[in-house]
């Protein structure tokens, strides 16, 4: 399953976001794979596109971040799937 991760950081917490992730990198659990992620200009949010096999495997790498970052978690689906699902769908 595909997630769209929506990280907000208070722009105080920035630099420690940075920092952890320069030391640990993105702690990800098994199962858990990294696709994408864009920042706007000030740091303070990013969205970050994540696979995972489940939403609580996604939730054990929220956790390593969730002292300094709030999140907002939406399932998505690549816009080529949807398609053909509804696609599907209307055919039976």
Same mark, same amino acid.
């Given at each position: 399953m595909l997630y769209m991760v929506i990280e907000r950081t208070p722009k105080? *917490?920035?630099? !420690? %976001?940075?920092?952890?992730?320069?030391?640990?990198?993105?702690?990800?659990? $098994?199962?858990v794979r990294y696709? !994408? *992620?864009w920042l706007n200009d000030d740091g303070s949010v990013c969205y970050q596109l994540m696979e995972s096999e489940t939403r609580e495997r996604l939730d054990l790498w929220i956790s390593c971040w969730s002292d300094? %970052?709030?999140?907002?978690?939406?399932?998505?689906?690549? *816009? !080529? $799937?949807?398609?053909a699902a509804r696609e599907a769908n209307s055919a039976g």
């Open positions: 105080e *917490s920035v630099a !420690a %976001v940075g920092e952890r992730f320069r030391l640990k990198g993105r702690m990800l659990p $098994d199962a696709q !994408a *992620s300094l %970052v709030t999140f907002e978690v939406t399932p998505v689906v690549t *816009s !080529a $799937d949807f398609w």
